[in-house]
């Protein structure tokens, strides 16, 4: 691959990590540029859930270190959301998943509307014990967007956010947290899919990857400093992006 191709994609995943350790979301920027490299869409798609990986992995381990993830939930999220996406990237290397662009716009739009007519949303952590219930919401809607990560994908961290929010009444701050750890599970998973399916090239991963790491270092820090004032418009911004993508770029 040319250098200057590699160096247009290493800037696409300095900002994508950048973004995605605020409110998820990255691949929005990430996935677009590899395809306007010229990858193949399954190649593209394995490419970027391996540097999307490596910058998960570094921001996912800040919020811990910081103490902005809830292990019981996290844990809990972290197995089904690998099984749900292993279960989905499976799926899609055999059917398209183009069926599914029809419903998400809806479900983007909602997600606004909640996130931001409710104006506290997210604002403080509120949650109390944890229940046994807990568990079976988090492994319920883990698999399910575990699922739509590996099928489909784009947004998957910031539905991981809001449903920490939503469900856990987690602020915005450890409901990314929690949403970095379920995430993380989510690409791990997809990435073994497509590693038996031969898609990964391997050299765009590693030198994009890089610079995820680097960029996902800098958003998870200012993320953690500026909380949900930082963190809210952020998401309504990945929000309007991934609905402008879906509606008018598919």
Do not use: C
């Amino acid at each position: 691959m040319p250098p200057l191709t590699l160096i247009f994609l290493s800037a696409a995943g300095f900002f994508a990590g950048f973004v995605d350790a605020m409110a998820g979301g990255g691949g929005l920027i990430s996935l677009p540029a590899l395809v306007a490299a010229g990858l193949p869409p399954h190649a593209a798609l394995a490419t970027n859930k391996v540097q999307s990986a490596i910058g998960t992995t570094i921001s996912a381990g800040r919020y811990l270190r910081n103490g902005h993830v809830h292990m019981p939930v996290a844990v809990t999220a972290f197995i089904f959301s690998f099984i749900g996406s292993f279960a989905g990237a499976w799926v899609v290397m055999r059917v398209p998943g183009d069926s599914l662009e029809a419903i998400i716009p809806a479900l983007i739009i909602l997600v606004g509307v909640i996130t931001f007519i409710r104006k506290n949303f997210g604002a403080e952590d509120r949650f109390g014990e944890m229940l046994p219930k807990h568990y079976i919401i988090a492994a319920g809607f883990a698999f399910a967007l575990g699922f739509y990560d590996g099928f489909f994908g784009p947004g998957t961290g910031s539905f991981f956010a809001f449903g920490f929010v939503f469900f856990f009444h987690f602020g915005f701050v450890r409901a990314t947290g929690n949403a970095k750890v379920a995430n993380l599970a989510s690409n791990y998973a997809a990435i073994a899919a497509f590693l038996l399916g031969g898609h990964i090239v391997w050299i765009v991963a590693l030198v994009m990857g890089a610079a995820n790491l680097a960029g996902a270092w800098l958003g998870a820090g200012l993320a953690m400093r500026g909380g949900a004032k930082i963190i809210k418009p952020v998401f309504g911004v990945v929000l309007l992006g991934l609905l402008v993508k879906i509606v008018f770029f598919s």
